[in-house]
């Protein structure tokens, strides 16, 4: 698996990063063996970034992904997490809270450091507070040796914007438009570039929406999206293609990212989308889904409190 570095934080992540949002059983339910086999089954095909957040199954996703590395050598993984959205309802982004919760993501990880420590979901909060309280904070903690790097994630591309060029953010997690339906973010490259942020592309399924199996009932898109969504999966298996693969190909070909994190729950996907990254991309296969996604192309949904 090829490696990047991660823009100036001096930490190697993978091409395709692991997603552990489904090991907080945000898909479905699922048996934390099993989780744990993918957890292994990764690493053992060299993916070395593990994205998880304490929101993910109420601490669930943390705690399942802790056990899974425990015992791994500490060099072999890098390790994000985030701090400032806990629950729907539950959204505290003070100096005191992300301190506490970075103790507390540590315990359940198991570990005595962070890789990279994120403010998730910059929407919800109040931004002025993140740029003023919330990462100074995380940088005392990049101080005292607990995390290495500090980012953001987010929905909202001028949220995330606004917050980077105000003060300075090691990285950005965007989810869900760098994909087959929707390539925003390539338009705000620039506008990303000059903040000196490093962009992290997760979701290039669009959390789902872009599989065979289709998304979850939660998933927020408009229904005309994710109908168009069905029907490029359906063009797809109709000519004995799989949307999933076009989808992951498309991500890791084209978009230049260090990293892509894909959520995953069983080490069967993980294993797919390792040999699927080294296959060629399907140009005319790429094409006839574009026209078919052409009526929904860009097209997303609205995220996080109004001002924002
Ligand atoms: P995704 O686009 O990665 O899609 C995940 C879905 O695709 C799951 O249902 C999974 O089972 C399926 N899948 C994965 N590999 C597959 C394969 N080879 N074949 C068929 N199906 C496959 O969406 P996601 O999981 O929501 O996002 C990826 C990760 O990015 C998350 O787990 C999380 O770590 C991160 N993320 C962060 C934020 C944030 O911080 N705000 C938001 C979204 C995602």
Redesign the pocket.
């Given at each position: 698996m090829k490696r990047n570095m991660l823009g100036s934080t001096g930490l190697e992540v993978s091409e395709v990063?692991?997603?552990?949002?489904?090991l907080g059983a945000?898909?479905g339910a699922f048996a934390e063996p099993d989780g744990i086999d993918a957890v292994h089954a990764a690493l053992d095909l060299g993916v070395c970034f593990f994205?998880?957040?304490p929101y993910?199954g109420a601490t669930l996703a943390e705690t399942v992904l802790g056990k899974a590395l425990h015992g791994v050598d500490r060099a072999d993984y890098v390790l994000a997490t985030?701090v400032g959205r806990y629950g729907d309802e539950d959204v505290d982004f003070s100096a005191e809270r992300v301190k506490r919760s970075v103790q507390e993501s540590l315990k359940r990880l198991q570990t005595d450091h962070i890789g990279l420590i994120?403010c998730?979901?910059i929407e919800f909060g109040d931004l002025g507070q993140i740029v003023h309280e919330t990462l100074p904070a995380l940088r005392e903690l990049e101080d005292a040796g607990l995390v290495r790097a500090v980012g953001v994630?987010?929905?909202p591309l001028d949220a995330l914007r606004y917050v980077a060029a105000r003060v300075r953010v090691d990285t950005v997690?965007s989810?869900?438009q760098y994909?087959l339906q929707d390539r925003r973010r390539a338009q705000r490259r620039r506008a990303f570039a000059e903040t000196g942020a490093e962009v992290i592309n997760?979701?290039?399924?669009?959390?789902?929406?872009?599989?065979?199996?289709g998304?979850?009932a939660w998933h927020p898109a408009p229904a005309p999206v994710l109908e168009r969504c069905a029907a490029a999966a359906a063009l797809c298996r109709s000519l004995g293609a799989?949307i999933?693969?076009l989808?992951?190909q498309f991500a890791v070909a084209t978009g230049g990212f260090a990293t892509n994190?894909?959520?995953?729950?069983?080490a069967?996907?993980?294993r797919?989308?390792v040999r699927?990254i080294e296959q060629p991309l399907d140009q005319a296969l790429l094409r006839a889904v574009d026209t078919c996604l052409a009526p929904v192309r860009d097209q997303g949904w609205i995220n996080g409190l109004p001002d924002n």
């Open positions: 990063g692991f997603g552990a949002s489904p945000v898909y994205d998880v957040s993910y985030k994120q998730h979901d994630t987010g929905y997690l989810y869900c994909t997760a979701s290039p399924l669009a959390m789902g929406a872009l599989t065979q199996q998304p979850a799989d999933a693969r989808a992951v994190v894909i959520g995953t729950s069983g069967q996907d993980i797919r989308t699927w």
